[in-house]
C-alpha cells in the first residue's frame, strides 16, 4: 500500500515528539482564567475535580494561586486544613461485624460470676423478651467463659481471646458505655457508620473526606475491606461506605476481596505496557488538538489529564497493596500464612501499606455477614468469638506495633467498634450464644490524640444498659471528627434546604480519652 | 412563663435550638437510674415550681411542663427544653436568671442545687419515665405569612410579557445588549445535528442521517430535524430518563435483603410512553399523584401511581410507626422538590429554616397522603396494599381506544408532514407493539373512605403528637382553602390527593409551570434559568432571565402543557442554536459562567446516553423497549460486594444486554459501575442536576473493561463488514460513526501510522500470528482508542 508508506514518517514523527507524552504550560493552549475557573465551578462542584490533578502536576501553578489550590470547589479533594490542628490524619477502623460482646471481650463483669443462671429481670425489671432478637430464646445471665486478666501498666482487665491486643492496653481508650439505637444489623450498621438508623446518609468515611481531602493524588483516598473468605459483606453492603447526597467523590473504594481489588486496573490481555502507552498517546495527541479548538474548555484538560492519572493507577495500586513486597519478618509479625488469621493479617498489612502511601481512611470489616460469619454469635458465643478473635488478634496487634516502630501511629487513629453490644443473659440453644444487646457496646480508641491507658464510661454491673457518662453513637463520631481536628458541629453540607451535619443535632466530643 | 415578648437573646436561642435540626428526636427510654433521678429530683421540682403556671390548668406563655411533649414543643417563644443542651434550653436559661425579661421562677429564683438537678436532666437527654398521656396543646397559630413572604419572586402569579416581540431570543439579547454582548454565531450543522440527537434522543446520528442534513438546503431542514427526533421512539427513553432522575426511580426496597419492588418497571414505561405520546405536563401530575382518584381510572393511571412507591423500604422497622412517618416524609419531599420546587422536609421537625413554611404547613401538605396504606411485602391478592389488577375488561378497552386514538392522530400527522414517515412508522410500530394491560401495576391503595387523622409532630417525632391538623395548601402561595369531598368517587379512598394533585397542576400555581420548563432549559442547556431546578426558594438561585421564565411558563400552560412544541421552541431559538465556542473573548471575561447565555454549553454525555452511544457506533445496540429490565454482565468481583452476592441480579442474554441503559434494573444495592462511575445519582434521593464528575476510575472503564473490550472488537468488526480492509476506509467510517466527521489529514495519518506500528508488534509479540489477527487487534485497539476521544463524550 504506497499510501500507508507516505503517510507513516507523520505518524513516526509525532510519536517520537515529547510533546506529545506530556502536557507542558508552554506547549498548552490557554488555559482557563483562575476567575473563570472559580466561576464555572460554582455552577457544577464536580465538573473542576480534576483540575487538582493538574495542581498536582505543578500545570495550573501559573493560573490558579496558591491560596485557591485548597479550594473545594475547585477540587473535592483537595487537601484541606482541619478546623483545629490534631495528631491524627488518617484512620483505620477495624470494624467488628455483626456487634462483638463487650462483657466477653473488654467490659469485665465480674458480677456475673454473681448473677450466673439468674433472671436478668431480677436484675433489671425493664427488660423484655423483646430487647434482643430471638425473644423465644431468652436465657438466664450468664458470665463470660473466658478469663480476664489485668494488661500493661494501666492493668486493663482483658479477655484471654486477645493476647496480642491486650499488649497494647496502654495505647487504647475504651468506652464502655456506648449505645445505639436499633438492634437489628443493617439498620444497626448505618448508624454506626453514617450516625443514623437508615439508608441515605453519608458515613463518617465520606465526611472525614470531605472534610480533609486526599493526599494521595494515585490511590483512592478512602478503601473499604471486606471478608475474603466467602463469607458475605455486612448488611447494607455498600451503603455503609456510600458518600449518599455529597459528591461521588467523597464515596469509599471496595477492594474486592476476590480477584482484581480494583475494577478495571488490568490492561486487555493481549495488550503489553507499551502498547497500552501508545493507545494513551494516540488519545492524547487527538484530544489535545480537539481541545485546542476548545481552550476555554477545563474539562477536557481535566479528562486528557484523568487517562495518564488512570495509568499511573494502574502501577501504583497494585504496588500498593502487594504485601508480598514485605519482608519475612513482617510477614511473621502479622501473621501471614496461619491459618487462623492469613486473611486478617493480609488486610492489616495492605491497610498499612495504604496509609503510608497517603491514603486517607480505610476499613476493614472482620467477619463477613451474621451468624457463625461474623461476630454474630447467637450460638456459642465461646466458639465464634474465640474464632473471630483469633482471626484479627495478631494482625491487629502488628499493625498497632507496626505502625508504632515506624513513627506512624500518632498520626493514624485506630478504631475498633462494631453496630452493637450483646446481651449478658444467655442466648439459649445448644451451645450457648448471646443476642443483639442496643443498649450497650464497647470500643475501643489508640493511636493519633488518643490518651492511651483509659477508661470512659461505665455499662451497668452486669453489663445489660450503658449507665455511667452513655455514649451515643453520635457522640462517638464527634470524637473521630474532632481526633481528625474537625468540629462536628462545622462540618455541614447544605442538602435539600438543610445544613446537614455526621452528628444531625447531636454529638458530644468525649474530651476525657483526647490526650 | 415565656410568654412575654421574646427579647433579642431569645430568639437567637431559639434559632440556635432549631437551626440545624435535620434529625427526628428520638426520646430515649430512661434508664432505672434515670428514672429514679426524675421522679425523685426533677418531677417534684417541676411540681413545686413551675405547675402553678404552667400545669394543667393554666398555661402562661402557652407553655406546660409536664410532659415531654409540651415541653420539646414550647411556648410561644420555642421549645423549654433541647435535650442535651442545657445552654441552648430555655428552661435553664430562665431558672439561671441570664436574662432580665425571662426569669423564673418570678418570685425566687432556685437553688444552686435545683439548677443543678435541671442541668443535669436536660445535659441526660430530659429522660422521661412512664407514658406521655398529656395531649398537648400546640395552637396551630396563625399562617404567620406577611406580605413580605409573598412577594419572593416565585411565590408571586406569574407575569408574562404581553410584548408582541416577546421571544426567546429578544428576552435573551436584551440582557446580552445590557452588557454590550451578543449571541455567538450559529453552531456548524454537524455540530447542530449532534446536539439534537444527543439532546433528544441520546444517540449518536448515523453518518446518513448528517449527510442528510447537512445537504439540505432548505429553510425547514432544521425544524424539520427536530420534528423528526421528537417523533422518535427514541425521544421518550431519553426524556423519561430525565423524569426517572427527578423522582428517584428504583426498582427495589433498599436495606438488607434490597427485594425487587414488582411490577416498578410499569412506571418506567409509563414514564417513557408520557413524553413519546405527549401527554400534557397537568395530566401527567395528576395521574401520578390521584390516578385512582380521577373520573376516569385506566390502567395507565394506576401504573402512574406507582409513584408512591419508588422510595427505599425498611422491611423490619424497629419503630414502624417511624417507619410510615420516613415513608411520607419521603413523599412529601420528593413530591415538595420535584413538582413545586421547594424542599419542604425541614418542616417534618421544626419551621422551615429559610422558606416561610412551618410545621404546620408541613402536617397539613402531609396530611393529604395521610391515608395512603404503607408499602407491604409484595401480595398480588384483591385488597392488597401495593399492588392493584389492571387487567379488568373495561381496562383493556380503554387501552385499545386510547391506543387507537393515538395511531389515527399519528397517521393524520403523517399525512400533513411526510417528512416525518420514518419517525412516525417506527413510533406507530412500536404502539402496535404494546400488548394491553394484564396482571398487576405496583399502585397506591388508602385505608378507605375516612381519613385517618394527622398530628403535627413534635421534633419530627412520631410518638410525640401534637395537635391535630386538616389538610391545606401551603399558604404562602394561595390563600385558597382545599375543598375536600366527603370520599373519592369510586368510595375506595378519601379523594384528598386528588384536591392536592388540581392545586399543584392548576395554571395558577405559580410554581409548576416555572420549575418545569426550567427544567427543560435545563436540559436543553446544561444549565437552568434557575440554576437549582428543585429549589425555587431562599436557598435556591435567582432566575438569570425572569422575565423569559415567566413567558415560557405561560406559554408552556397556554399550549396546554404540551412538551414537544416547547422543546421546538426552544431548539429553533439562536439562542439554543448558537456555537458552543467560547471565542468572543469579551463575553468570556464578563460572563464566564455564560449565565446569560451568549453561547451554547459544550456538555458532556451522561452515563446512559455514553454508553447508549458506545452500543450504537459498535453496531450493537437493541432497540427493543419496555420491560422488567435489562442486567448487564456484572464480574464475580463486583456481583460479590452484595451481602448475599449476585442475589437479585438475573442473567441477560447478549442481544438484552445491549439495550438501552434506562432499561438497566435498577437495585440500589448494586449499581452497574460503569453508570455509576459516570455520575449517574444514587436511587435513594432525586437528583434534579447531576453532577458531572471527571475521574479515573473513568479511563479505567473505557480502557480496559470487558465491555468496552466486547464493544471495541464489535466495531472493528463493523468496519471491516462495511469498509473493508483499507485502513483509510475503516478510518473514515469510524470517525463519521462516532464523530459524525471524516478524520483530516493529519488524523488520517496519525491513525494509519498507529494502525501500522501496532500490526507490527503484534505480529513481532507472536511469531506465528496470522497477518489478520494482528490486524484486528491494532484495529480493535484503535477503535477504543475513538471511544475513547472527547469528542465522542463531548456534545458542542
Not at chain 1, 489550590?69 to 477495624?94: C, D, E, F, M
Not at chain 2, 442541668?119 to 437527654?125: D, I, K, L, S, T
Request: charge should be negative; aromatic fraction near 8%; include cysteine.
Amino acid at each position: 500500500m504506497p499510501e500507508l508508506r507516505r503517510l507513516a514518517p507523520a505518524y513516526a514523527t509525532w510519536i517520537a515528539s515529547p510533546a506529545t507524552t506530556m502536557i507542558t504550560p508552554q506547549q498548552n493552549h490557554r488555559l482557563p482564567s483562575r476567575r473563570e475557573m472559580l466561576q464555572r465551578a460554582g455552577g457544577g462542584l464536580g465538573m473542576l475535580g480534576l483540575i487538582g490533578l493538574l495542581n498536582d502536576e505543578g500545570l495550573l501553578a501559573t493560573v490558579a494561586q496558591a491560596d485557591e489550590l485548597g479550594s473545594r470547589a475547585l477540587n473535592p479533594l483537595a487537601v484541606q486544613s482541619p478546623h483545629y490542628p490534631a495528631k491524627a490524619t488518617r484512620v483505620i477502623w477495624i470494624y467488628i461485624n455483626g456487634g462483638p460482646s463487650h462483657v466477653d471481650t473488654w467490659d469485665y463483669k465480674p458480677a456475673l460470676e454473681k448473677w450466673d443462671g439468674k433472671s436478668i429481670r431480677d436484675f433489671d425489671a425493664s427488660f423484655k423478651n423483646t430487647t434482643g432478637f430471638f425473644a423465644n430464646q431468652v436465657g438466664g445471665l450468664m458470665k463470660s467463659p473466658f478469663k480476664f486478666t489485668p494488661r500493661g501498666e494501666c492493668g486493663k482487665m482483658i479477655a484471654e481471646i486477645f493476647p496480642h491486643m491486650g499488649e497494647h492496653a496502654d495505647k487504647m481508650a475504651f468506652i464502655h458505655s456506648g449505645y445505639t439505637d436499633s438492634n437489628n444489623h443493617s439498620p444497626a450498621l448505618f448508624q454506626m457508620n453514617t450516625g443514623r438508623p437508615r439508608m441515605g446518609f453519608p458515613c463518617v468515611g465520606s465526611w472525614v473526606m470531605y472534610g480533609l481531602g486526599s493526599e494521595s493524588s494515585n490511590l483512592p483516598g478512602f478503601c473499604v475491606m471486606s471478608d475474603p473468605k466467602g463469607r458475605g459483606l455486612p448488611k447494607g453492603h455498600a451503603a455503609n461506605w456510600g458518600a449518599a447526597f455529597l459528591p461521588g467523590a467523597y464515596q469509599g473504594t471496595h477492594l474486592r476481596p476476590k480477584g482484581p481489588p480494583i475494577d478495571n486496573l488490568a490492561r486487555p490481555v493481549h495488550m503489553t505496557v507499551a502498547q497500552q502507552r501508545s493507545q494513551l498517546d494516540l488519545i492524547k495527541a487527538l484530544n489535545e488538538k480537539h481541545h485546542a479548538a476548545r481552550a476555554a474548555e477545563a474539562e477536557l484538560a481535566a479528562r486528557i489529564e484523568s487517562f495518564e492519572l488512570a495509568y499511573r493507577m494502574q502501577t501504583a495500586a497494585p504496588d500498593a497493596i502487594d504485601i508480598e513486597r514485605e519482608p519475612q519478618h513482617i510477614h511473621q509479625l502479622y501473621g501471614v500464612g496461619e491459618e487462623r488469621c492469613d486473611h486478617f493479617a493480609r488486610q492489616c498489612l495492605t491497610a498499612r501499606r495504604l496509609v503510608e502511601r497517603g491514603v486517607r481512611f480505610v476499613q476493614i470489616y472482620s467477619g463477613g455477614m451474621e451468624n457463625q460469619r461474623s461476630w454474630d454469635g447467637h450460638k456459642d458465643i465461646e466458639g465464634n468469638h474465640s474464632q473471630f478473635a483469633g482471626e484479627t488478634d495478631q494482625p491487629v496487634g502488628a499493625l498497632i506495633s507496626d505502625l508504632a516502630q515506624r513513627g506512624l501511629l500518632d498520626e493514624t487513629l485506630i478504631i475498633w467498634a462494631g453496630e452493637f453490644g450483646r446481651l449478658p443473659i444467655a442466648q439459649t440453644g445448644e451451645k450457648p450464644g448471646r443476642d443483639h444487646n442496643p443498649h450497650c457496646f464497647t470500643a475501643w480508641f489508640a493511636g493519633g490524640g488518643v490518651k492511651g491507658g483509659t477508661t470512659y464510661g461505665e455499662s451497668d454491673e452486669v453489663g445489660y444498659k450503658a449507665a455511667v457518662d452513655r455514649v451515643h453513637i453520635n457522640d462517638f463520631h464527634a470524637t473521630i471528627l474532632h481526633l481528625l481536628g474537625l468540629d462536628h458541629k462545622r462540618l455541614t453540607y447544605l442538602y435539600s434546604g438543610l445544613d446537614m451535619r455526621l452528628t444531625g443535632v447531636a454529638g458530644r466530643v468525649i474530651h476525657d480519652i483526647v490526650a | 412563663m415565656f410568654g412575654r415578648l421574646p427579647t433579642i437573646g431569645a430568639i437567637l436561642v431559639l434559632l440556635a435550638s432549631t437551626g440545624l435540626a435535620d434529625e427526628v428526636f428520638k426520646p430515649t427510654k430512661p434508664t432505672p437510674e434515670q428514672a429514679k433521678f426524675f421522679e425523685n429530683e426533677v418531677r417534684p421540682l417541676l411540681a413545686k415550681h413551675c405547675y402553678e403556671c404552667h400545669g394543667e390548668d393554666e398555661q402562661e406563655g402557652e407553655l406546660r411542663l409536664d410532659s415531654l411533649a409540651a415541653i420539646l414543643n414550647g411556648g410561644t417563644v420555642g421549645p423549654a427544653v433541647v435535650p442535651k443542651k442545657p445552654d441552648a434550653s430555655l428552661l435553664i436559661k430562665a431558672v439561671t436568671f441570664q436574662d432580665p425579661n425571662m426569669e423564673m421562677p418570678p418570685d425566687r429564683k432556685m437553688s444552686a442545687r435545683e439548677i443543678d438537678v435541671l442541668r443535669r436532666w436536660v445535659q441526660m437527654g430530659a429522660p422521661w419515665p412512664g407514658v406521655d398521656k398529656v395531649t398537648i396543646s400546640r395552637k396551630a397559630k396563625a399562617t404567620g405569612i406577611t406580605d413580605e413572604d409573598r412577594e419572593f419572586w416565585s411565590f408571586q402569579p406569574l407575569k408574562p410579557s404581553k410584548s408582541d416581540d416577546a421571544s426567546i431570543d429578544a428576552f435573551i439579547a436584551k440582557q446580552l445588549e445590557a452588557r454590550g454582548l451578543a449571541f455567538s454565531p450559529p453552531a456548524a450543522r454537524r455540530e447542530l445535528i449532534r446536539r439534537a440527537y444527543f439532546d433528544l434522543t441520546g444517540l449518536p446520528p448515523s453518518p446518513e442521517a448528517v449527510d442528510a442534513f447537512v445537504n439540505d438546503d432548505s429553510p425547514q431542514a432544521w425544524e424539520h430535524l427536530i420534528d423528526r427526533l421528537l417523533a422518535s421512539p427514541q425521544y421518550g427513553e431519553r426524556w423519561g430518563r430525565h423524569w426517572l432522575d427527578i423522582v428517584r426511580f428504583a426498582q427495589t426496597n433498599g436495606y438488607e435483603r434490597d427485594d425487587e419492588k414488582p411490577e416498578a418497571w410499569r412506571y418506567r414505561d409509563y414514564v417513557i410512553e408520557a413524553f413519546n405520546s405527549d401527554k400534557p405536563y397537568n395530566q401527567f401530575l395528576m395521574e401520578q399523584l390521584a390516578g385512582d382518584e380521577l373520573d376516569e381510572v385506566t390502567a395507565e393511571s394506576i401504573i402512574a401511581t406507582g409513584y408512591y412507591r419508588l422510595g427505599v423500604w425498611d422491611d423490619e422497622p424497629d419503630d414502624a410507626r417511624q417507619a410510615e412517618f420516613d415513608d411520607l416524609a419521603d413523599v412529601v419531599a420528593t413530591t415538595g422538590e420535584a413538582l413545586l420546587g421547594i424542599t419542604i422536609n425541614c418542616g417534618r421537625c421544626h419551621e422551615h429554616k429559610f422558606d416561610p413554611i412551618s410545621q404546620e404547613d408541613y402536617y397539613r401538605l402531609l396530611a393529604f397522603f395521610r391515608n395512603i396504606r404503607r408499602y407491604e411485602k409484595p401480595n398480588k391478592k384483591p385488597g392488597s396494599a401495593t399492588f392493584t389488577d389492571i387487567g379488568g375488561e373495561h381496562f383493556v378497552q380503554q387501552w385499545q381506544e386510547s391506543r387507537e386514538a393515538k395511531i389515527a392522530q399519528l397517521q393524520q400527522q403523517v399525512a400533513v408532514r411526510p417528512h416525518l414517515k420514518e419517525a412516525i412508522d417506527a413510533r406507530i410500530s412500536q404502539l402496535q407493539s404494546h400488548s394491553p394491560p394484564s396482571g398487576w401495576a405496583l399502585s397506591i391503595t388508602e385505608r378507605g373512605p375516612k381519613p385517618v387523622a394527622t398530628n403535627v409532630l413534635i421534633r419530627g417525632n412520631a410518638g410525640t403528637p401534637g395537635d391535630e391538623v386538616q389538610p391545606a395548601f401551603l399558604p404562602v402561595l394561595t390563600t385558597e382553602s382545599p375543598k375536600l369531598p366527603e370520599q373519592a368517587a369510586d368510595g375506595k379512598s378519601t379523594g384528598r390527593r386528588r384536591v392536592l394533585a388540581e392545586w399543584i397542576a392548576a395554571a395558577d400555581n405559580p410554581l409548576t409551570a416555572r420549575v418545569f420548563v426550567n427544567r427543560l432549559w435545563h436540559y436543553h442547556f446544561g444549565r437552568g434559568i434557575v440554576a437549582s431546578p428543585s429549589d425555587f426558594g431562599h436557598t435556591g438561585s435567582r432566575p438569570s432571565h425572569p422575565e423569559l421564565l415567566d413567558w415560557l411558563a405561560a406559554d408552556f400552560i397556554a399550549g396546554g402543557w404540551k412538551l414537544k412544541r416547547m422543546h421546538k421552541l426552544i431548539m429553533m431559538s439562536r439562542a439554543y442554536r448558537q456555537s458552543s465556542r467560547a471565542t468572543n473573548v469579551k463575553a468570556a471575561e464578563a460572563d464566564p459562567d455564560n449565565a446569560l447565555v451568549w453561547r451554547q454549553n459544550m456538555r458532556r454525555l451522561e452515563a446512559e446516553a455514553i454508553r447508549d452511544s458506545i452500543l450504537a457506533v459498535s453496531g450493537k445496540l437493541n432497540p427493543a423497549m419496555g420491560g422488567r429490565g435489562i442486567f448487564p454482565a456484572l464480574s464475580p468481583e463486583v456481583l460479590s460486594t452484595q451481602s448475599r452476592p449476585g442475589a437479585g441480579w438475573d442473567k441477560s442474554s447478549p442481544e438484552e444486554r445491549s439495550r438501552r441503559s434506562v432499561y438497566i434494573f435498577v437495585k440500589r444495592t448494586l449499581t452497574v459501575p460503569m453508570m455509576d462511575t459516570f455520575d449517574q445519582p444514587t436511587p435513594d434521593t432525586p437528583d434534579p442536576a447531576r453532577k458531572t464528575t471527571t475521574i479515573a476510575p473513568q479511563a479505567l472503564i473505557l480502557l480496559n473493561s470487558a465491555f468496552m473490550n466486547e464493544q471495541a472488537s464489535a466495531f472493528a468488526e463493523r468496519l471491516l463488514n462495511e469498509a473493508g480492509n483499507e485502513p483509510a476506509a475503516q478510518i473514515e467510517r469510524a470517525y463519521r460513526l462516532a464523530v459524525s466527521r471524516k478524520p483530516t489529514s493529519r488524523e488520517l495519518a496519525i491513525a494509519i501510522g498507529y494502525l501500522q506500528q501496532q500490526q507490527q508488534r503484534w505480529q513481532e509479540l507472536a511469531e506465528n500470528a496470522e497477518a489478520d489477527q494482528a490486524q484486528r487487534h491494532a484495529l480493535q485497539a484503535l477503535c477504543k482508542a475513538i471511544l475513547n476521544l472527547n469528542e465522542f463524550v463531548y456534545v458542542d
